[in-house]
């Protein structure tokens, strides 16, 4: 079975290595499901790990349909991946109605070639799971990452093993809320791989007296941040 560990940092990629794991999916910030890290962050991450790298495409959080200029960057984050010589790319688009944007989605795929190419967990949102495998695995989809659509895979087990049987070629690689405690699960039932990140809380420190840094405003899945034009507009003319 295939151990795939969300690594979010260069230390817990280094970790991850070191542990065994056989591949590792490279982002930032977990809190908000995992977004593209930076530049650095994957040119270190190659230079001192050996094992497999997939790096995931995700310009935000929040919901998984993009704009024009949002998905420029994705693509131009694939480019720079593919420079770097990682293994494989996580990322996919879904429409307004929670079905597969398969143009996009298939546009990231050629162009991440040869590179391997992993449906992320936005598969968990889709409408119809069973119709959207079959298509993901059409367009040339490797894996689909997902937790059977549950809150933990743990919970959506049954649904993830009756996809794999549904599939010819694609695998569905089960996460959310796999620890050591579970995983032999997934491996009993005949799955072929596991994702999880295995953190711990680390580098705590006391803020007792200072302000938050956090913006609520700004974790609201269902609606995107962006900086507007008459806002700062007249913030300018005011100042200047």
């Known amino acids: 079975m295939l151990v795939e560990v969300c690594a979010n940092s260069l230390q817990s990629a280094i ?4 542990a065994g794991a056989d591949r590792i ?16 962050l994957i040119k270190l991450v190659k230079e001192r790990i050996q094992i497999p790298v997939h790096v995931l495409v995700r310009p935000r959080g929040g919901h998984f349909t993009y704009s024009e200029t949002e998905f420029e960057v994705m693509k131009a984050d694939i480019e720079f991946c593919k420079k770097m010589d990682v293994t494989g790319i996580v990322s996919g688009v879904l429409n307004e109605d929670f079905s ?9 795929i050629d162009l991440a070639k040869p590179l391997k190419f992993v449906f992320h967990r936005a598969f968990d949102w889709v409408a119809n799971p069973e119709k959207e495998l079959l298509r993901l695995e059409g367009l040339g989809v490797d894996t689909v990452l997902t937790s059977g659509q549950q809150t933990t895979a743990e919970k959506g ?5 009756s ?4 599939v010819q070629r694609m695998t569905l690689m089960a996460g959310g809320g796999i ?5 032999p699960k997934f491996k009993e039932a005949g799955l072929r791989a596991i994702h999880l990140s295995g953190t711990v809380v680390d580098n705590t420190m006391s803020l007792n007296g200072k302000i938050s840094m956090n913006s609520e405003k700004h974790l609201k899945e269902e609606r995107v941040a962006l900086t507007n034009i008459d806002t700062i507009h007249q913030i300018v003319r005011t100042v200047k």
Do not use: F, Y
């Open 163 to 166: 996809w794999q049987a549904l």
């Open 100 to 108: 597969v944007d398969e143009k996009r989605t298939k546009e990231l």
């Open 179 to 183: 620890n050591k405690e579970n995983a």
């Open 157 to 161: 087990l049954q649904r993830l093993c």
């Open 25 to 40: 999916e490279l982002c930032s910030e977990l809190g908000v499901g995992g977004i593209t890290p930076s530049h650095g």
């Open 15 to 18: 970790n991850a290595a070191a």
